[in-house]
């Protein structure tokens, strides 16, 4: 059980356009979700904390109107990477936390490689 | 604020040998503690925690940790490494203060088995 998917596994967009990303908690339901991003051979940083059915929290330093992030239902959170540009190439990881197996434990998606061309 | 710290970029050990990757944290009140390892191009594989209870904990694959409160350390441990063993390791820190309190990841560190 808690089982995150996140869709698609990589992605290549051109520069300027927008590539949205799901993240999916496929058997609990999910109140909260984390979406962070991971520069090769770093570590993970968190960008924003979204909550079900309310505006996302976003950590200093994030652009929110660069990365849009809707949590419409208890099961899936998209990060919309809008304006694309070669810098924003990451591994985006989310993950979901499942609010009947306590509030500390969180399980993370396999993740997705965005390519910015 | 939270804080996690992982002293050591590269662990190197011979297969065999027991391992151990170093973790530090930071943190107001009591801490939940994780360890999470990453393989090249996935996602966290969560390995163990510690909430409360038992200083010595166990966890996936055969990797333990001991949370040591006076060092404020939470060290990963295993007993005889293995060549599969070799990923990136991720110590992580939760504090109790808030119902929806983030996780802080640690820099990680790569772990490699030489056969």
């Known amino acids: 059980g808690a089982v995150v998917s996140q869709h698609p596994s990589w992605v290549i967009c051109k520069s300027g356009t927008s590539v949205k990303i799901e993240c999916r908690s496929l058997?609990?339901?999910?109140?909260?979700m984390f979406w962070y991003r991971q520069f090769p051979k770093q570590s993970l940083m968190l960008m924003a904390t979204s909550n079900e059915g309310s505006k996302a929290t976003y950590e200093q330093g994030v652009e929110k109107d660069k990365f849009l992030i809707n949590h419409a239902s208890l099961t899936l959170s998209t990060l919309t990477v809008t304006s694309a540009h070669p810098e924003d190439s990451s591994f985006y990881i989310c993950?979901?936390?499942?609010?009947?197996?306590?509030?500390?434990?969180?399980?993370f998606g396999p993740g997705t490689r965005l390519t910015v061309t | 604020a939270q804080s996690v710290a992982q002293p050591e970029d590269q662990v190197n050990v011979a297969e065999g040998n027991p391992l151990t990757v170093k973790c530090t944290y930071s943190?107001?009140?009591?801490?939940?503690l994780f360890w999470y390892v990453q393989y090249p191009n996935r996602g966290l594989q969560f390995l163990l925690k510690y909430i409360t209870g038992d200083n010595l904990v166990k966890g996936s694959y055969g990797f333990e940790a001991e949370f040591n409160k006076s060092q404020t350390s939470f060290h990963l441990k295993k007993p005889s490494a293995l060549v599969s063993d070799s990923a990136l390791y991720f110590c992580?820190?939760?504090?109790?203060?808030?119902?929806?309190?983030?996780?802080?990841f640690g820099s990680g560190t790569r772990l490699s088995i030489r056969p």
């Open positions: 943190v107001s009140g009591n801490p939940y």
């Open positions: 992580a820190v939760s504090g109790l203060y808030s119902s929806a309190s983030k996780i802080i």
């Open positions: 058997d609990f339901q999910a109140t909260t």
């Open positions: 993950s979901a936390r499942d609010r009947d197996r306590g509030l500390y434990e969180q399980y």
